[in-house]
C-alpha cells in the first residue's frame, strides 16, 4: 500500500492532538464548575446518571472519524493495473548565438548567460513538448537533438559558450540551415524554430534563408537579446586582464541589438519577433501568446502501471464511526427522565460533520451558482463564481473552459485567452476543438484593441487566431463556424497588412521626395551662380565693343569678335562700314530668293575665311563632328599630291585618308561597362577562411 499524498497525514495528526488537548481542557473546566456548584460529598449523587465509559467511547469513535477522513485525503493505494499513457505536446527547437558580440552586457550579467537562463526557466515549465538545441556563431551544429529528456537538454545547454563554434562571426542563415536538416525526419510535428540572438547577421544571408526555410514548411519565432544602445565586446586582455573587441583597423567594436532584421525573418516565415528583456520574460510570453495554442501531438506512448484508488473504504469506516458517535449518549440507561441537559459536545460534533461536507461539496455549489448566472445573462457573477471553483480545482479543464468563456461575454479578454489555453490541458478531443475555436475569436478581439494603435502587434494576435481556427478545422474539418471566423479574420489579416505595407512606402516615397527636392535646389543655386558669372563676363565684353564702335549693333558673338578684329572688312553684301542689324538681313534675303541669311551663310565663311580656324588648321586636322555625321572635306575633290604621299610613307605616321577609314571602321565598336562589380559569394565561401568579421 502506498499514499498518493502523505502530507495529509501529518495534518490528521496535528488535527488528532489538537482534539485531545481540547478534551481535557474541557474536562478540567468542568470539574472546577461542579467544585464550585457543590460540596464533594455531593457530587456523586448528582452525577449518578452520568457515564463516563459512554463519554470516553463517544470521543474514541469521534477521534477516529477524523483519522480516517485524514487517512482517505491522503488517498491510499493498492494493487494497480497496466494502462497505455500517451504523451502530447509539440517540437520547439532552440537555436542560440554564441558568437563573441553575445559577451556584450548591456544585459545583466551579459547576452549569452541571460539567454541562458531565460530557456531554462521556460523549459522547466513545460510538460510534453520536445526540446532540441543547435549552437552557431559563424556555422552551426545541434548540439541535442529533439528530446524529452529535459535534464540532457539543460546539460547541453549549461555546456555552451562563445568557443563552442570555432569559426567566429554571426550566420543567421547557416543556423535556419541547419534547422531545416534537423526537422525534415519530422513529418507529423509542426517545424518550429526559436532564433535567439542579437540579430547581428554578419554574413546578410538570413532573411534569403528564411524564405527558402518557408518552403520547407519551417516557421521562425525570433527573440531578440540585448539592447538598441549596445556596448563593447570584453574580451581577455594579454596581460590577464579584460579588454575590449578591436577590428582591423584598431577601432573598438560596439555589438547593438538589429531588431529589423529579426523582425523580417520572423515575418518571412509566419512567426513574430519578441524582445527577451532585462529578466528573460520574452521567452515566456512567446510561448503563452504562440507556441501553448498550436496543436499538440501524440509524441511518445508507454505501458504505465497504475495503483487503484482505495479511499473509499477509509472515507465509509469514517462516516461510519462519526454516525456511531452521535447515537451514543453520555447517560446511564436506567435514568428515566424526560429531560436531558443540552449535550453541547454532540452539537458541536454535528457542526464539524456539516462543515466537512460542506467544504466537500462547496466546489460544486460554485459551479451550480456559476451555471444558473451565466444562463441568466450575468456574466460577470459567473466569472466570479467560476474562479472560485478554478482556484479549488484548477487541474479540471471543464472548469478553466467555462471560466474563459464566461470571461469572454463579459468582455474581459486578458482573463478568457489563459483560461482557453489551460482548457487545452486534456484528453477529450472536443474540449479541445471548441477550446482553440474560442482561443481564436478571443485573439481576433484583442487584435481589434490594437489595431489602431498598435498594428504590428495587431497583426501579429490575428496570426495567432488564423492558428488557432486551423488547430480547430484539423480536429473537427467540418466545423463550417471555425472556417467562416478563420477565413473572415485572414481577409482582415490580409487588408491590415496591405496597408501597413502602403504606409511603409508612403513614407518611404516622402522621404525620397524631400532629399530630391533638396539635392535639385542645391543644384538650381549652383546653376544659377554660373548663369550669373557669365551674364557678368558677357556684360563686360558688350562694354569694351560698344566703347569701340558706339554706332554698332551687337548681332552675336562671333560677329562681333569679327568685327572687333577687322573694322574696315566688307561684308558679302557689298556693304562697307555699315553696321547690320536683323531687319536688314531680312530684306536682303526677301529680294534675293537664292541668298542664304548671315545665319545659314555661316558655313561657307567657316569653308572660306581662314582667320576664324586659323588655330585648327595648325595641327593639319580637322575638328570632330558629332558621332554618325561626316564632316564635309573641303579638299576631298582634288587628288593627294605627290608629296603628301611621300610624307604620309614615314614609318609610323598615317595619311589622312588612313587615319579616317580608322576611326570610320571605330564608329560604332563602343561597348557600356557594368556599373557594379560582382559581389563576392559569400554562400559558398571555404569553411577555412577566415571571417570578415568574428564577432
Given at each position: 500500500m502506498k499514499f498518493a499524498e502523505p502530507l495529509w497525514l501529518l495534518a490528521g495528526l496535528a488535527v488528532i492532538a489538537a482534539l485531545f488537548w481540547l478534551y481535557r481542557r474541557f474536562d478540567a473546566r468542568q470539574r472546577a464548575a461542579l467544585a464550585e456548584f457543590a460540596s464533594s460529598h455531593l457530587l456523586a449523587k448528582l452525577t449518578a446518571?452520568?457515564?463516563?465509559?459512554?463519554?470516553?467511547?463517544?470521543?474514541?469513535?469521534?477521534?477516529?472519524?477524523?483519522?480516517?477522513?485524514?487517512?482517505?485525503?491522503?488517498?491510499?493505494?493498492?494493487?494497480?493495473?497496466?494502462?497505455?499513457?500517451?504523451?502530447?505536446?509539440?517540437?520547439?527547437?532552440?537555436?542560440?548565438?554564441?558568437?563573441?558580440?553575445?559577451?556584450?552586457?548591456?544585459?545583466?550579467?551579459?547576452?549569452?548567460?541571460?539567454?541562458?537562463?531565460?530557456?531554462?526557466?521556460?523549459?522547466?515549465?513545460?510538460?510534453?513538448?520536445?526540446?532540441?538545441?543547435?549552437?552557431?556563431?559563424?556555422?552551426?551544429?545541434?548540439?541535442?537533438?529533439?528530446?524529452?529528456?529535459?535534464?540532457?537538454?539543460?546539460?547541453?545547454?549549461?555546456?555552451?559558450?562563445?568557443?563552442?563554434?570555432?569559426?567566429?562571426?554571426?550566420?543567421?542563415?547557416?543556423?535556419?540551415?541547419?534547422?531545416?536538416?534537423?526537422?525534415?525526419?519530422e513529418t507529423k510535428n509542426r517545424k518550429i524554430l526559436v532564433l535567439v540572438t542579437d540579430g547581428e547577421d554578419l554574413e546578410a544571408r538570413g532573411i534569403d534563408a528564411a524564405r527558402t526555410a518557408t518552403n520547407d514548411g519551417l516557421t521562425i519565432y525570433t527573440v531578440g537579446v540585448g539592447t538598441a544602445a549596445g556596448g563593447l565586446i570584453p574580451v581577455p586582455g594579454a596581460n590577464g586582464g579584460t579588454d575590449f573587441l578591436r577590428d582591423q583597423s584598431g577601432q573598438f567594436v560596439k555589438s547593438h541589438l538589429d531588431e529589423d532584421t529579426l523582425k523580417q525573418i520572423a515575418q518571412v516565415t509566419g512567426g513574430f519577433y519578441e524582445p527577451l528583456g532585462q529578466q528573460g520574460e520574452g521567452l515566456q510570453t512567446l510561448y503563452?501568446?504562440?507556441?501553448?495554442?498550436?496543436?499538440?501531438?501524440?509524441?511518445?506512448?508507454?505501458?504505465?502501471?497504475?495503483?487503484?484508488?482505495?479511499?473509499?473504504?477509509?472515507?465509509?469506516?469514517?462516516?461510519?464511526?462519526?454516525?456511531?458517535?452521535?447515537?451514543?449518549?453520555?447517560?446511564?440507561?436506567?435514568?428515566?427522565?424526560?429531560?436531558?441537559?443540552?449535550?453541547?459536545?454532540?452539537?458541536?460534533?454535528?457542526?464539524?460533520?456539516?462543515?466537512?461536507?460542506?467544504?466537500?461539496?462547496?466546489?460544486?455549489?460554485?459551479?451550480?451558482?456559476?451555471?444558473?448566472?451565466?444562463?441568466?445573462?450575468?456574466?460577470?457573477?459567473?466569472?466570479?463564481?467560476?474562479?472560485?471553483?478554478?482556484?479549488?480545482?484548477?487541474?479540471?479543464?471543464?472548469?478553466?473552459?467555462?471560466?474563459?468563456?464566461?470571461?469572454?461575454?463579459?468582455?474581459?479578454?486578458?482573463?478568457?485567452?489563459?483560461?482557453?489555453?489551460?482548457?487545452?490541458?486534456?484528453?477529450?478531443?472536443?474540449?479541445?476543438?471548441?477550446?482553440?475555436?474560442?482561443?481564436?475569436?478571443?485573439?481576433?478581439?484583442?487584435?481589434?484593441?490594437?489595431?489602431?494603435?498598435?498594428?504590428?502587434?495587431?497583426?501579429?494576435?490575428?496570426?495567432?487566431?488564423?492558428?488557432?481556427?486551423?488547430?480547430?478545422?484539423?480536429?473537427?474539418?467540418?466545423?463550417?463556424?471555425?472556417?467562416?471566423?478563420?477565413?473572415?479574420?485572414?481577409?482582415?489579416?490580409?487588408?491590415?497588412?496591405?496597408?501597413?505595407?502602403?504606409?511603409?512606402?508612403?513614407?518611404?516615397?516622402?522621404?525620397?521626395?524631400?532629399?530630391?527636392?533638396?539635392?535639385?535646389?542645391?543644384?538650381?543655386?549652383?546653376?544659377?551662380?554660373?548663369?550669373?558669372?557669365?551674364?557678368?563676363?558677357?556684360?563686360?565684353g558688350n562694354q569694351g565693343s560698344q566703347a569701340n564702335q558706339p554706332d554698332q549693333k551687337q548681332s552675336g558673338s562671333q560677329q562681333s569678335q569679327?568685327?572687333?578684329?577687322?573694322?574696315?572688312?566688307?561684308?558679302?553684301?557689298?556693304?562697307?562700314?555699315?553696321?547690320?542689324?536683323?531687319?536688314?538681313?531680312q530684306q536682303q534675303t526677301a529680294g534675293n530668293p537664292d541668298q542664304k541669311s548671315p545665319a545659314n551663310n555661316q558655313d561657307r565663311q567657316d569653308g572660306n575665311s581662314g582667320n576664324q580656324h586659323s588655330q585648327l588648321s595648325q595641327n593639319g586636322a580637322k575638328p570632330a563632328g558629332p558621332p554618325g555625321q561626316t564632316i564635309p572635306d573641303k579638299n576631298a575633290s582634288q587628288p593627294p599630291s605627290t608629296g603628301n604621299e611621300a610624307e604620309a610613307d614615314t614609318p609610323g605616321e598615317m595619311t589622312p585618308q588612313e587615319a579616317k577609314d580608322l576611326l570610320d571602321s571605330l564608329k560604332n565598336g563602343e561597348h557600356v561597362l557594368p556599373v557594379t562589380s560582382d559581389a563576392r559569394n559569400t554562400a559558398n565561401h571555404p569553411q577555412d577562411e577566415p571571417p570578415l568579421k568574428d564577432w
Open positions: 446518571s452520568f457515564s463516563p465509559g459512554r463519554r470516553r467511547l463517544k470521543r474514541a469513535l469521534f477521534v477516529t472519524a477524523i483519522a480516517l477522513t485524514f487517512v482517505a485525503l491522503a488517498r491510499p493505494q493498492w494493487g494497480y493495473h497496466w494502462e497505455e499513457q500517451k504523451r502530447r505536446g509539440i517540437d520547439i527547437l532552440f537555436a542560440i548565438d554564441t558568437s563573441k558580440s553575445m559577451l556584450t552586457q548591456d544585459v545583466t550579467p551579459d547576452r549569452l548567460t541571460r539567454a541562458k537562463l531565460a530557456i531554462i526557466d521556460l523549459v522547466s515549465k513545460l510538460d510534453g513538448d520536445r526540446v532540441g538545441l543547435i549552437a552557431f556563431a559563424g556555422d552551426a551544429f545541434l548540439e541535442a537533438p529533439l528530446t524529452l529528456d529535459y535534464d540532457a537538454f539543460q546539460e547541453s545547454l549549461n555546456a555552451i559558450d562563445i568557443g563552442t563554434i570555432p569559426r567566429g562571426g554571426t550566420d543567421i542563415a547557416s543556423a535556419i540551415q541547419e534547422a531545416q536538416v534537423a526537422l525534415n525526419a503563452n501568446q504562440a507556441l501553448a495554442s498550436l496543436p499538440k501531438q501524440d509524441l511518445a506512448s508507454r505501458t504505465q502501471k497504475v495503483y487503484d484508488e482505495r479511499f473509499q473504504w477509509p472515507l465509509a469506516m469514517g462516516l461510519a464511526c462519526l454516525v456511531a458517535s452521535l447515537l451514543i449518549g453520555t447517560r446511564r440507561r436506567e435514568s428515566k427522565s424526560p429531560l436531558r441537559p443540552q449535550k453541547r459536545l454532540e452539537v458541536a460534533s454535528t457542526v464539524g460533520l456539516l462543515a466537512l461536507m460542506a467544504v466537500s461539496s462547496s466546489v460544486q455549489a460554485s459551479t451550480q451558482t456559476a451555471e444558473q448566472a451565466y444562463k441568466k445573462g450575468e456574466f460577470a457573477t459567473a466569472e466570479k463564481q467560476y474562479q472560485q471553483a478554478v482556484e479549488k480545482d484548477p487541474q479540471t479543464a471543464q472548469l478553466q473552459f467555462n471560466l474563459g468563456a464566461a470571461a469572454y461575454k463579459s468582455n474581459d479578454y486578458d482573463t478568457a485567452l489563459p483560461s482557453f489555453q489551460k482548457a487545452l490541458d486534456t484528453d477529450e478531443v472536443g474540449v479541445q476543438q471548441q477550446a482553440y475555436y474560442d482561443i481564436g475569436n478571443t485573439q481576433y478581439r484583442l487584435g481589434q484593441k490594437t489595431e489602431k494603435s498598435m498594428p504590428q502587434q495587431t497583426i501579429q494576435t490575428w496570426q495567432g487566431a488564423v492558428q488557432s481556427y486551423d488547430a480547430a478545422l484539423k480536429l473537427k474539418p467540418d466545423d463550417a463556424d471555425a472556417k467562416f471566423n478563420r477565413d473572415f479574420v485572414q481577409k482582415q489579416l490580409d487588408q491590415l497588412q496591405k496597408q501597413q505595407k502602403q504606409d511603409q512606402q508612403n513614407q518611404k516615397q516622402n522621404q525620397q521626395n524631400q532629399q530630391s527636392q533638396q539635392q535639385s535646389g542645391s543644384q538650381q543655386n549652383q546653376q544659377n551662380n554660373q548663369a550669373n558669372q557669365q551674364n557678368q563676363s558677357q556684360a563686360q569679327a568685327q572687333n578684329s577687322q573694322p574696315n572688312q566688307q561684308n558679302q553684301n557689298g556693304q562697307q562700314g555699315q553696321p547690320k542689324d536683323q531687319s536688314s538681313g
